[in-house]
């Protein structure tokens, strides 16, 4: 009896769980230092790539949550909408415990105060007005399909330009929830760790009821569950 009791008290005590800890962050750096420094740098704010469309996030400036890291870290950003494939799929070299032990090092090394902004961030769209809604999807029409396509998929007439050098993520296929969309728009692409100013920031054009009536559209009606 006394034997377990004092196992339940070392598997519940802050020193195991803290050791835990420890060892799951050194699994992730080491892959992270094998495996993921090259294009996102020791710092994590992104090693330009020559050859490269759309360059490496800066992972201090993201707003993905430890568990949507894991998620784009297995399947590569082209599964979750990005246009280009710069950023590999690693599930046929990682297990998921090393994934996961990487997203952690990311989130406790880098990311933590992006993220949890936006996780904190309060955000309510349940009683939006029928004319609120009607007018996201008007100005998404209006705005958002330019360069990310009247159905979402990322292929607006801005990226139809000779240089092709305008890369709108494909808004069907993304990870992001309603309210990480209403965020990414307002404060746009730069604010969350993209390299460059393609993604405007519409909080400057848009009050955030109307934001968040295209954020819902954007939810309910492009993108597809999975
Ligand atoms: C060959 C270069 C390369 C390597 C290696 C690489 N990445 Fe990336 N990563 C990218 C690029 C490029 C993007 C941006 C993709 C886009 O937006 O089209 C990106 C984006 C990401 C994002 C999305 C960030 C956001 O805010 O949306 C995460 C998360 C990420 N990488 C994690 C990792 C992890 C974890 C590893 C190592 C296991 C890794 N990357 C290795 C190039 C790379
Ligand atoms: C001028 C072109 C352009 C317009 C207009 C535009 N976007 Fe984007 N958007 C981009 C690009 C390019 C990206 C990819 C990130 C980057 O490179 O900055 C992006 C990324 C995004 C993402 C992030 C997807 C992800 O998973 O990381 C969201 C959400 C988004 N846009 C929403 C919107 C909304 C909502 C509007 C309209 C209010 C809009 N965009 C208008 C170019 C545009």
Redesign the pocket.
């Known amino acids: 009896m006394k034997k377990i009791a004092v196992m339940i008290m070392l598997m519940t005590s802050g020193v195991f769980a803290s050791e835990m800890n420890e060892a799951l962050m050194k699994h992730g750096k080491d892959?992270?230092q094998?495996?993921?420094?090259?294009?996102?740098g020791a710092d994590g704010k992104?090693?330009e790539?020559g050859g490269?469309?759309?360059?490496?996030?800066?992972?201090s400036?993201?707003?993905?949550s430890e568990e949507?890291?894991?998620h784009?870290?297995k399947k590569?950003?082209?599964y979750?909408g990005?246009?280009?494939?710069?950023?590999?799929a690693?599930e046929q070299?990682?297990d998921d415990a090393s994934?996961r032990a990487?997203?952690h090092y990311?989130h406790h090394t880098f990311?933590k105060k992006s993220s949890d902004y936006a996780a904190n961030f309060k955000y309510d769209s349940s009683s939006l007005s029928e004319k609120i809604l009607k007018r996201g999807k008007k100005i998404y029409g209006r705005t958002c399909a330019y360069c990310h396509g009247k159905q979402g998929h990322g292929q607006g007439v801005a990226t139809y330009n000779p240089e092709q050098s305008i890369?709108p993520?494909d808004l069907t296929k993304i990870?992001l929830s309603e309210k990480q969309v209403f965020l990414f728009a307002k404060h746009g692409g730069e604010h969350?760790?993209?390299?460059s100013d393609d993604m405007p920031a519409w909080g400057v054009k848009y009050d955030d009821e109307t934001l968040m009536g295209i954020a819902k559209y954007i939810e309910t009606k492009l993108k597809v569950q999975r």
């Open positions: 892959i992270f094998q495996t993921c420094i090259g294009c996102h992104g090693m790539q490269f469309n759309v360059q490496p996030r800066n992972l400036k993201t707003i993905l949507q890291i894991f784009i870290a590569g950003a082209f979750w990005a246009v280009v494939t710069g950023m590999p690693w070299v990682y994934l990487v997203a990311i990311s890369f993520y990870i969350w760790g993209s390299q």
